[in-house]
């Protein structure tokens, strides 16, 4: 079976729709990219930290997720600061952890299910072109259930690494990673023959 990021601590983002929640995460991240500005960027990404500091205990399970976030922007910001541009390191920086932020809310407090059903019904329109919306939002569903299960393996892998050495694991556990995903992959594909060819 699939790990799953998804919280079953219900909090109130749990009681909005997927559709809506979806809507909203497109609409921030349309206007985190068309900012350019520091000041407005800030603004727009402190509502993405108050939504996910108000799921609380939920966010447990990423929160090891946010130091390499964090990391990631503060690399960002260094790179273009040794350039020379240290302005766009911070925009760029302040972009990613509050999409970031925005994006792990949403995995958090919805489940594939409610993911697929939005996929499908706004899919449908497609039909008249021969495109099966069933279908599509399946892969699209098994390629959010991989992101998450490779996010739920990493860190499993890591703490009972570091609960036998001390150390994080880092590059070390992409070897155990990479089979721990093929053999995923090999038995989510079996169950699928399995129950497509009934």
């Known amino acids: 079976m699939l790990g799953s990021l998804y919280s079953e601590q219900r909090t109130?983002?749990?009681?909005?729709s997927a559709a809506v929640k979806l809507v909203l995460l497109a609409l921030f991240?349309?206007?985190?990219l068309l900012v350019n500005d520091l000041a407005p960027l800030l603004a727009l990404s402190a509502p993405a930290v108050?939504?996910?500091?108000?799921?609380?205990?939920?966010t447990r399970p990423v929160r090891r997720l946010l130091i390499s976030l964090l990391l990631a922007a503060l690399l960002v910001t260094v790179f273009h600061t040794l350039m020379r541009q240290p302005m766009l390191g911070l925009c760029s920086g302040v972009r990613l952890v509050g999409a970031a932020l925005l994006?792990?809310?949403l995995t958090l407090t919805t489940s594939v299910a409610q993911l697929l059903d939005v996929a499908e019904r706004v899919l449908t329109p497609l039909q008249r072109f021969g495109v099966n919306p069933q279908d599509l939002s399946l892969r699209i569903a098994l390629m959010l259930r991989f992101v998450e299960h490779f996010f739920v393996q990493w860190q499993r892998?890591?703490?009972a690494y570091r609960v036998r050495?001390?150390?994080r694991g880092?590059?070390?556990?992409?070897?155990?990673?990479?089979i721990l995903m093929l053999v995923a992959a090999?038995?989510?594909a079996d169950t699928l023959q399995i129950r497509l060819g009934e």
């Open 157 to 159: 892998l890591d703490e």
């Open 170 to 178: 880092g590059w070390r556990l992409l070897a155990p990673l990479t």
């Open 103 to 105: 994006g792990l809310a």
């Open 50 to 58: 108050l939504v996910f500091v108000s799921l609380g205990s939920a």
């Open 165 to 167: 050495t001390g150390q």
């Open 186 to 188: 090999r038995r989510v």
């Open 12 to 16: 109130w983002l749990h009681g909005v």
């Open 29 to 32: 991240g349309t206007a985190l």
